[in-house]
């Protein structure tokens, strides 16, 4: 079992950043691949960032350029960096993790086995 905690959520003014973090336990962690995914009121759950057990890195389009997603085995964290925030980016955002997703699975939420609560990220205009 793995335990999954999400932190760094927060309300922000647009143009601003933050850095959210995924704290994942329970497993070896260098053996788990991690998604970051995000959910508006009234709308579907989107992926926004991948990092691979080698740290391969995957992003949406909406995101690119902008977030930056990393990761500290010695921590047992996931990173998500978050700069030029726009009030779009207002969401739930939910960190995933899995020992065996393939790349080209970690796009999809359903493939994901471990999930964390979720922390909110509000951007004001």
């Known amino acids: 079992q793995v335990q999954v905690v999400e932190s760094g959520g927060g309300l922000v003014q647009a143009g601003g950043s933050l850095r959210l973090s995924c704290a994942a336990s329970?497993?070896?962690?260098?053996?788990?691949?991690v998604g970051w995914f995000r959910q508006a009121p009234g709308k579907e759950r989107d992926f926004v960032a991948g990092?691979?057990?080698?740290?391969?890195?995957y992003y949406a389009d909406s995101v690119k350029g902008r977030f930056t997603i990393s990761r500290d085995n010695a921590k047992n964290t996931v990173y998500l960096q978050m700069i030029s925030l726009t009030p779009e980016d207002t969401a739930v955002y939910s960190c995933?993790?899995?020992?065996?997703?393939?790349?080209?699975?970690?796009?999809?939420?359903?493939?994901?086995?471990?999930w964390g609560q979720g922390t909110q990220v509000t951007v004001s205009s």
């Open positions: 329970g497993r070896s962690f260098s053996r788990l691949a």
């Open positions: 990092i691979s057990t080698r740290s391969s890195t």
């Open positions: 995933a993790a899995d020992p065996d997703i393939t790349i080209a699975a970690m796009t999809s939420p359903g493939r994901y086995d471990y």
